[in-house]
């Protein structure tokens, strides 16, 4: 009895060392395996499938294009303030370093060497259909690669919406813009874009 | 009976007992200090890798966001290491003819994966998730150091559960806006924001539980 327990015991102790908990037999994302020809643990798409969740019935939505097969002119999602906010976050992470933060084209990547693309504020860009430019950041467009994989969908449309609003920063018709943040832009002052009415009123007493 | 040490031995039995004492206390030191190495944390150890991709270069000088190439670290657990066609983006013009860059053309052109050495990894039976520090506006500095002036990466903590738990008994002087998390260099006054108020806002928790991290 004694020698089985104490046998059992030392088998106990033994085991303790055969498993390496730091190392569990699991891929951790992108560990490498010996076990496929270019060793990716994580297998690519099997030609043909969908995953699950993935399916992309929406022209629109997922390739810019109208019943027609032309690019849409307007956003298939809505447009508000925060979608706008996160545009410009996109925008300035993945476009920026070439399309410069203004969008004329003169980014730093550009500045080190890079093909200049054209300015936004081109007359050319400013007439295209959004679903143009929905379209460029998809399938990319000459020397400019896809950005498919680092943008999803969404966050594509909020930087189109964004492009838009650049554009239209730089081109406005003057006596589109309200008085009361007209007259302070013409006296060379620094106005928040999002001032109300109210707040221009107030701000204008405290003076 | 005569005595069979000269009372001189006295001192030198009082000095081994006390010599005793120091020496195992001296180990045990020693024991505390190696685990805490950089032997064994991997802490400031630059490894080698198949391109010498510099941070300093591609984040300080270029300007390039943490998230253009770590794309899914506020969505997933994981940060997410760019692939090759990422590098492709640019250096399909740049630098396109320099021998250094030689191993990511060979992968872009054979489909091969760069394989990069893991600089940071926890122990298997450790969980840690980006998504929900970033969400609570931890920035990437707070734990990995000044990124944007290492030209070669190297971890900048030791990742032992002691470092982790002490940010977590009292997270609140790391939060910053999220807007700013992948700033480096960030000082809260400049942004005239107050780290206790912004804990507060974000409802910032102070998670200790075993089960938090062991799962």
């Not at chain 2, 640019?90 to 060979?106: D, F």
């Not at chain 2, 990742?159 to 806006?177: G, K």
């Amino acid at each position: 009895m004694k020698t089985r327990s104490a046998f059992l015991f030392a088998l106990l102790v033994l085991a303790t060392g055969c498993t390496d908990m730091k190392d569990q037999a699991r891929f951790e994302p992108l560990e490498s395996s010996a076990f496929f020809k270019n060793q990716q643990s994580a297998r690519p798409l099997l030609e043909r499938t969908v995953a699950r969740g993935f399916l992309r019935e929406d022209d629109a939505m997922y390739r810019g294009l109208a019943a027609d097969g032309s690019f849409v002119q307007t956003l298939p999602v809505e447009v508000n303030a925060k979608l706008l906010a996160r545009g410009q976050e996109r925008f300035n992470i993945f476009c920026s370093p070439c399309h410069s933060r203004t969008g004329n084209g003169r980014g730093m990547i550009v500045q080190r060497g890079y093909k200049e693309p054209t300015s936004f504020h081109d007359a050319r860009l400013r007439a295209t259909a959004p679903g143009y430019y929905f379209d460029v950041i998809t399938n990319g467009f000459g020397v400019m690669s896809s950005y498919a994989s680092q943008v999803p969908p969404d966050d594509r449309w909020a930087i189109v919406a964004y492009i838009r609003a650049l554009q239209l920063s730089q081109h406005t018709d003057v006596t589109l813009i309200a008085p009361y943040i007209r007259s302070r832009l013409e006296a060379g002052e620094v106005v928040d874009p999002a001032m109300s009415v109210e707040e221009a009123h107030d701000e204008h007493d405290g003076h | 009976m005569a005595q069979i040490f000269h009372r001189s031995t006295n001192a030198l039995s009082r000095i081994t007992i006390f010599g005793g004492v120091f020496f195992l206390a001296v180990l045990i030191w020693a024991a505390d200090q190696w685990t805490r190495s950089s032997y064994m944390t991997g802490q400031d150890v630059v490894l080698h890798q198949p391109v010498p991709f510099s941070h300093d270069h591609h984040t300080a000088q270029l300007g390039i966001d943490c998230r253009y190439c770590h794309t899914s670290v506020e969505e997933s657990a994981f940060a997410g290491i760019p692939p090759t066609a990422t590098c492709m983006n640019c250096h399909n013009l740049i630098w396109n003819e320099s021998p250094m860059l030689e191993p990511v053309r060979q992968s872009y052109a054979t489909n091969t994966p760069i394989q990069w050495q893991r600089v940071h990894d926890l122990p298997d039976f450790v969980y840690f998730n980006h998504s929900i520090h970033v969400a609570k506006g931890v920035g990437c500095e707070s734990c990995h150091g000044r990124v944007d002036e290492m030209p070669l990466i190297y971890q900048a903590e030791t990742l032992q559960m002691e470092w982790c738990l002490s940010c977590h008994r009292d997270p609140a002087p790391n939060t910053r806006p999220r807007d700013q998390v992948v700033t480096m260099g960030f000082d809260p006054k400049d942004h005239g924001v107050d780290p206790a108020q912004l804990a507060e806002e974000y409802n910032v928790q102070s998670l200790i539980y075993c089960s938090v991290c062991h799962r």
